[in-house]
């Protein structure tokens, strides 16, 4: 740790998509592709809208000091049929791109297919049609016409086993297939597209021409605490297994020219071998210039004779795919800097004379947006013990060039949408405005010395410790949880690490070892007057998360006095760890109760009578505050507000926004009374019209209000926002789609959920407890 500066002229930078950012997915002559189509996409509009910003992510990535930039570019935008019709408008964009980038000093990487086929050539059958790999070559060739003479950097696809077996084989991505047969054949059709683009682009006088593979150890439980233990043979050939399908069906084609020989049998057994042709593998093996991996996880597995294939894993009958009680992102990937390690010796040692690129490397994390920035530790803790480990790495002799992070922005995650967060620079989707977080400002910084800082890491982990102390990361762990089964030695060595190192332990460390019920509750009343995104991203969430961090989750539903009593014995007799209480109107006395056993409870909303149980809340005086203000900018005068039950504290809250930001006018209150329903909000607002001379605004305490008042006014003939303008709360879907779209402020749902989850695993963990109250946002649209 000494000296964690980086080799003279080490590449820094980032990667993006074509599909998860640009947006314009019908603009300017683009043609569909799969994902455009598939019933679980549909979220390329409008991305991060960066077929119209690019300019301003350039200035970002200049200003962050970044040497290179990744992107890809979309088949169907050049060539909208997938071949044949070339489209000019769309090929100028990338001609744009590339010479903004050079203008700001960055050096363009292109990858051509980063999984967004055309639509056109999969209604041809795609992937599983070898006429799709000479289609890709000729796809290269028009791309580095127009950027080859600025271009150097070319990767031909990006990471051919998730498109081929999460899109063939698990379905989970487009094109949505799930068949084995097609996974194999596409498999190979994309490594054939490999070769003969690779060759292409060579011809067309390319400098420098890779791929991108996904590559991660394969390991059972136990090693995932030490990498040397040897596992049982059975373990041992699952693991082997796994390896083969996943790192080396693409590795061995394409750096040594032959398929595993393990391999074809499966592939034989499953899609037979009519597809792999005499001279193929030739093709697929020429020699390359430079090899990416992209590095997230290590997958763990282990022998299990009743357990079913995988379909992402056809072929991997009798092998369990293990979820590990550790350190996990948001997404539920364990977190193993030490994976990528194993990863860069390995190649080292197979391949010493290829050249590697880390292009692909990045964690999705809950961020948290306040009033001074976005503080994602976490994400900055990831990145920075990776680059450790890539450091030590490089000593070790590992040829890496250079390190991408995924990713420069907050973009689309193919079939989980926008709820992902990997951007370094947040976005918000409502208003593209793009925010730097922490992490960005930390690469920043990184950059611009060639290296990391002497400091230690922000959050040392468990894997920090176990490395410190020289011992293992379950050692580890049972020295934390007290166990006997430890020398004093050892536990002085460990206990010396963990102070030195400012270490907290956590729950998932904790779990490793401790017998305690390992699960939690989650209670909740059955949603109602609008509640059910919030309940169902509750649910979503925490469940991912608590389930990330080993805890099994026991869904309790608390709807009558019997449902209480219930829930408390549950709690009192300690079958659960922890309690999440989502029920309306911060849970009364229910919470109170629960709060006198000693399990953490944690919960949704801010509770009626001021407790010490933490909550999650979002910032309704703010919000109210913040809309009011802005009908008076707009010289609205006569402002009535439209208000649901006031027994209810979210209610109560968003009232005194707007009576706060009246009072400093100098205005007074007018109030009418609603229920939760459209129709109640449509009387309350017929009272107000009839009652009010001049009213000129409305707000309302919730978007369902708010629409039943736009309708009231239609029929009352008034023009709004000319004669009316009205304000809604939440911004639920239904709110975008009125006519006129409807004003509101914007109430953060995901965020919540997973900053309630969180919440409980700091409790959990005996670390800090306070409330979070997450901000809220005016989202002006067209009735103000
Ligand atoms: C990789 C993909 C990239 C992004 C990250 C999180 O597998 O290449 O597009 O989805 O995962």
Not at 236 to 245: F, G, K, Q
Not at 300 to 321: K, M, N, W
Request: net charge negative; with cysteine; glycine share 10%.
């Amino acid at each position: 740790m000494s000296t964690a500066r980086f080799p003279e002229g080490f590449v820094w930078g980032v990667s993006t998509s074509a599909y998860q950012i640009e947006g314009a997915s019908g603009e300017d002559g683009k043609g569909p592709s799969i994902w455009d189509a598939f019933p679980g996409g549909r979220h390329g509009d409008p991305a991060c809208d960066h077929y119209r910003r690019y300019p301003e992510d350039v200035r970002l990535m200049r200003d962050l000091g970044m040497a290179a930039y990744r992107f890809s570019v979309s088949w169907s935008r050049v060539l909208p049929e997938g071949a044949g019709r070339r489209n000019d408008l769309g090929l100028d964009f990338y001609d744009r791109l590339v010479d903004e980038l050079l203008g700001a000093g960055i050096t363009p990487y292109a990858t051509l297919y980063h999984w967004d086929l055309p639509q056109a050539l999969e209604d041809r059958g795609g992937w599983t049609s070898r006429d799709t790999a000479h289609r890709f070559a000729d796809y290269a060739r028009v791309v580095h016409e127009r950027l080859g003479d600025r271009v150097g950097t070319w990767f031909t696809l990006n990471e051919p086993w998730v498109a081929a077996f999460i899109g063939h084989g698990a379905g989970v991505h487009a094109p949505g297939r799930r068949s084995a047969a097609d996974a194999f054949v596409a498999a190979h059709h994309m490594l054939l597209a490999h070769g003969l683009g690779a060759e292409a682009l060579r011809s067309s006088g390319a400098q420098r021409v890779g791929v991108v593979l996904n590559l991660s150890p394969v390991l059972t439980p136990a090693q995932l605490g030490d990498f040397t233990l040897e596992p049982s043979e059975e373990d041992a050939e699952a693991v082997a297994r796994i390896d083969t399908l996943l790192n080396r069906q693409f590795v061995e084609p394409i750096l040594r020219g032959r398929h595993p020989g393990d391999l074809l049998p499966v592939i034989e057994r499953a899609a037979g071998l009519g597809h792999i042709h005499d001279g193929d593998l030739d093709v697929i093996g020429r020699p390359i210039d430079l090899l990416g991996v992209n590095y997230y996880t290590p997958v763990v597995v282990r022998a299990q004779p009743s357990a079913a294939a995988d379909p992402a894993f056809p072929g991997s009958e009798g092998i369990l795919f293990c979820s590990v009680p550790t350190a996990v992102t948001a997404m539920g990937w364990p977190i193993m800097p030490g994976g990528l390690s194993l990863v860069l010796r390995r190649l080292t040692r197979e391949y010493p004379d290829t050249e590697l690129m880390i292009t692909e490397n990045g964690a999705d994390f809950v961020d948290v947006v306040t009033g001074d920035g976005i503080h994602d530790v976490d994400r900055t803790s990831y990145l920075e013990e990776h680059l450790r480990v890539l450091r030590a790495s490089l000593d070790e002799g590992a040829r890496v060039r250079g390190y991408l992070v995924w990713s420069l922005l907050d973009c689309v995650e193919w079939a989980d949408g926008y709820r992902r967060k990997f951007g370094l620079v947040h976005v918000d989707f409502a208003t593209q405005r793009r925010r730097l977080k922490d992490s960005a400002l930390w690469y920043r910084d990184v950059i611009k010395r060639n290296g990391l800082g002497v400091d230690r890491p922000k959050r040392p982990t468990l894997e920090t410790v176990a490395a410190r102390a020289q011992v293992s990361r379950a050692t580890v762990s049972r020295v934390v949880n007290g166990e006997a089964s430890v020398s004093p030695e050892v536990r002085a060595a460990v206990l010396r690490a963990v102070q030195e190192l400012g270490y907290v332990p956590n729950a998932a460390a904790r779990s490793l070892v401790t017998r305690r019920a390992n699960a939690v509750a989650l209670v909740l009343a059955p949603p109602q007057n609008g509640g059910e995104a919030l309940v169902s991203a509750v649910v979503q969430y925490v469940t991912s998360l608590l389930e990330g961090a080993g805890k099994q989750i026991a869904l309790m539903l608390a709807d009558t006095d019997e449902s209480h009593r219930r829930i408390v014995r549950h709690v009192e007799t300690h079958q659960v760890d922890g309690v999440v209480l989502v029920l309306p109107d911060g849970a009364g006395p229910l919470a109170e109760r629960l709060a006198r056993t000693e399990v953490p409870v944690v919960l949704l909303g801010r509770p009626a009578i001021a407790s010490l149980v933490p909550y999650v809340d979002v910032d309704n005086v703010g919000g109210a505050r913040a809309a009011t203000a802005y009908l008076l900018d707009q010289g609205r005068r006569r402002v009535g507000i439209i208000c649901g039950p006031t027994d209810l504290v979210v209610v109560q809250d968003r009232l005194a926004g707007h009576r706060n930001a009246l009072h400093q006018a100098g205005l007074h209150p007018i109030t009418a009374p609603a229920g939760f329903d459209r129709e109640s909000g449509a009387a309350a607002a017929r009272r107000l019209m009839g009652d009010v001379p001049g009213l000129d605004a409305v707000l309302a305490t919730s978007d369902q209000l708010a629409i039943g008042a736009l309708r009231a006014a239609r029929q009352a003939g008034r023009r709004v926002p000319e004669d009316l303008a009205i304000v809604g709360f939440g911004d639920i879907d239904a709110a975008s789609a009125t006519t006129p779209a409807l004003t509101t402020v914007r109430v953060p749902v995901t965020e919540q959920a997973l900053a309630l989850a969180r919440l409980l695993l700091s409790r959990l963990d005996g670390r800090h407890t306070s409330s979070v109250v997450l901000p809220t946002r005016l989202v002006v649209r067209e009735t103000t």
